[in-house]
C-alpha cells in the first residue's frame, strides 16, 4: 500500500514537473514572440 502511494507520488511530481517547464517555455515564447515548438506557422 505504501509503496503503491510513493509510486503515485513520484509520477505526479514527475508530471508537474514537466508540466511546468512546457508551461514556462510557452510564457517565454509568449513574451518574445516565438513559436512554441521552433517551427513557422505561418
Known sequence: M???????????????FIAGRLAMRAVGNLLLGGT?????IL
Not at 2 to 16: C, D, E, F, M, N
Request: aromatic letters at 4%; proline letters at 0%; a positive charge.
Open 2 to 16: 505504501t509503496k503503491k502511494r510513493v509510486i503515485i507520488l513520484i509520477v505526479i511530481i514527475a508530471t508537474g
Open 36 to 40: 512554441m515548438f521552433g517551427g513557422n
